[in-house]
């Protein structure tokens, strides 16, 4: 029985079977280690990051005693959406690059922890918990910002929008000449704007697609 531990989009923590996923997500500790099930706590802190899966060789128990709760991204572009941004220690270079791009220009480019700040601000209501969105013309967004179509998660990639699932990208429709509702964060969006070229599954189908970070 698969675990509780997939990321949507849309930043609500599922089970699903699918094995497929670039990174791994980190919110502290949100598991109960007996039954391996998530509580009803969303996160521990607000140092939401995206990991690599892989880093020097080293392995990790899932959901273990004390240890922080292994959450699964199919890629970049879901992590932003879902309010998270790259770890400072197993992708220096992407915050680095993702916190440049967010500054666009100016002299000093924000810390880890001012960003963090500005995410936990833009991703989730103080009161319901409920990921926050915003309303926006489908024709100004940057590529890699999620956006939602008929109620489903729609990646915008050029001309395009990909309608995502947890196993990869499984459809394609011309971009929205339309306001629609926006999933990923205003701070992330601003990344994006700014030049920050997010990760993406390999089923985004070539355009703009990076080989994700592997650590040795």
């Known amino acids: 029985m698969p675990l509780q531990n997939r990321i949507l989009p849309t ?8 094995k497929e996923g670039l990174f791994m997500g980190n919110r502290g500790m949100l598991h109960d280690a007996a039954t391996r099930t998530l509580g009803r706590r969303l996160w521990q802190h607000r140092h939401w990051v ?11 128990s899932i959901m273990a005693k004390g240890q922080y709760t292994e959450l699964f991204f199919l890629d970049d572009a879901v992590a932003l959406a879902a309010g998270h941004r790259p770890c400072g220690a197993c992708r220096h270079a992407d915050l680095k690059a993702y916190a440049a791009a967010l500054s666009q220009g100016a002299e000093k480019a924000p810390a880890a922890a001012e960003i963090d700040v500005a995410l936990h601000r833009a991703r989730v209501d103080p009161l319901s918990c409920a990921q926050i969105t915003m309303r926006a013309d489908a024709r100004t967004l940057p590529d890699g910002a999620y956006i939602l179509v008929e109620g489903m998660p729609w990646l915008v990639l050029g001309d395009r929008i990909l309608r995502y ?3 990869g990208y499984d459809a394609a429709r011309a971009r929205p000449g339309s306001i629609v509702t926006v999933l990923t964060p205003g701070p992330s969006i601003d990344a994006l704007r700014g030049g920050f070229v997010p990760v993406l599954h390999p089923t985004a189908a ?4 990076r080989s994700a970070v592997r650590l040795s």
């Open 11 to 18: 930043g609500a923590i599922v089970a699903h079977p699918s």
């Open 50 to 60: 995206v990991c690599v899966t892989e880093r020097k060789g080293r392995t990790r």
């Open 165 to 167: 699932t947890p196993a």
């Open 206 to 209: 070539g355009a703009r697609i």
